[in-house]
């Protein structure tokens, strides 16, 4: 429907039984959604009427909302977008594809600012909680054990067989484990690895990489974690491989280490530093390189225009999956590389395997819900992570997040 259509509708026309208060969150609703007309929106009211915004080209999305009541319209006038993603999370609203729904959100948001923030005080409260999880050495083994300490089993069920939990790279036709070990690969390959050289990976997952590493490129492998989980698995892992001659991790921070290394590796571990120590985690990487040495970061980054909002704010994933977690845009993060006597060699970038990435991952999650389910795991876990990685998908497709492979060296 165009605007004009929508400026002399009586919300009262459109829910007779609804109160007064979510009347006018309707009417709010219904005056922005006509100028949102980049792809298509097909909005469901609670009642089963339709109505359609926009009208999707071929490379354009089309999204579909199906609210179960108004408490939606409330949680997203009062909440912005951290409210409406609460609504989800409690079973409110449904999407037959939520990825889609991210994707139009993202194109139209220059129209949606009325909706994005919500009210000063509930905003305010969300930055708060994100800096209240600042991670300092205590605050990043809590941090950390928030995410990553689920249980071993319950990534088992829906990660492929390497047991990765970062972007794949993918070749044409690949599957999601080949697309893994085709990552570790290039990462040694950057670093031209050789036979009986030392190689330190800070965050080292459930020991993925320490295999690759050491298995087809002879390498030596120390890994350090803050997950008492991927601790004792990768343990097991290399133990079960033959390979604790060549590997070993322990529970270590990265501020504590104190020996040098001939090349560092770090996948997806420094979205975890925070801002606030980025500089200190330069410096340890270039403190415990070899001189020759290199490292490899693997680093997920927002778009340059969103840094400055997003440092000010505290979104979805910094409140619901990564506490205190923070990205850096590309600038920002080269900025910090130079101003720390580093020079960046080489860079890869690859978000949209990122995106293909999360799309597999979500489809085993659904598949294997019954099984995680039985681990303990409730219906609000189950929307929040549906949400999460369809948040993040839909970044990843629509450039406002990508994901690099960045090859450094001391200056």
């Known amino acids: 429907m165009k605007p004009a259509e929508y400026s002399q509708m009586n919300p009262a026309a459109l829910a007779p039984k609804a109160s007064w208060f979510n009347r006018r969150c309707l009417e709010a609703v219904l005056k922005h959604l006509p100028h949102l007309d980049r792809g298509q929106l097909d909005l469901v009211l609670p009642d089963g009427r339709q109505l359609k915004f926009g009208q999707a080209q071929a490379d354009e999305p089309r999204a579909s909302v199906h609210l179960k009541s108004y408490r939606p319209l409330r949680r997203l006038m009062r909440g912005g977008l951290m409210g409406w993603a609460e609504s989800y999370m409690e079973g409110e609203w449904d999407s037959p594809d939520l990825t ?25 409260l969300n930055r708060l909680f994100h800096l209240s999880r600042n991670n300092s050495r205590r605050g990043s083994r809590r941090n950390i054990a928030y995410h990553y300490d689920l249980g071993n089993e319950f990534y088992r069920l829906w990660l492929d067989s390497t047991m990765t939990y970062s972007s794949a790279l993918f070749e044409e036709h690949q599957s999601l484990q080949d697309a893994q070990l085709n990552k570790y690969r290039r990462i040694c390959e950057m670093l031209k690895l050789k036979p009986g050289q030392d190689v330190l990976e800070i ?6 990489f320490a295999e690759v590493a050491a298995t087809e490129f002879g390498a030596k492998v120390h890994g350090i974690t803050l997950s008492q989980e991927q601790l004792d698995f990768a343990r097991q892992r290399i133990e ?14 990265y501020r504590d280490l104190n020996q040098q290394y001939d090349h560092i590796v770090s996948i997806e571990m420094f979205e975890a530093v925070g801002e606030s120590h980025w500089a200190g985690y330069f410096d340890k990487v270039k403190d415990c390189l070899k001189p020759g040495g290199e490292a490899v970061l693997q680093v997920i980054s927002i778009a340059e225009e969103r840094f400055e909002g997003y440092r000010r704010g505290a979104d979805f994933i910094q409140r619901y999956i990564f506490p205190g977690g923070m990205l850096p845009s590309p600038s920002v993060m080269k900025n910090c590389i130079t101003e720390r006597g580093l020079s960046l060699q080489e860079e ?35 929307r929040m992570w549906n949400y999460y990685l ?17 090859r450094i060296k001391p200056a």
């Open 348 to 382: 890869l970038l690859f978000g949209r395997d990122y995106a293909r990435t999360l799309e597999i991952w979500q489809r085993d999650f659904n598949e294997r819900w019954p099984e995680i389910r039985s681990l303990g795991f409730d219906e609000r876990f189950r």
């Open 390 to 406: 369809s948040y993040c998908a839909g970044g990843f497709y629509e450039d406002t997040i990508d994901v690099g492979l960045y």
């Open 100 to 124: 889609s729904l991210i994707r139009w959100a993202v194109r139209n948001e220059k129209a949606m600012t009325h909706f994005m923030d919500g009210h000063p005080l509930i905003r305010m």
């Open 203 to 208: 965050g080292c997952g459930w020991g993925g």
């Open 240 to 253: 079960k491989a033959g390979l604790n001659a060549q590997c070993s991790f322990s529970l270590t921070d």
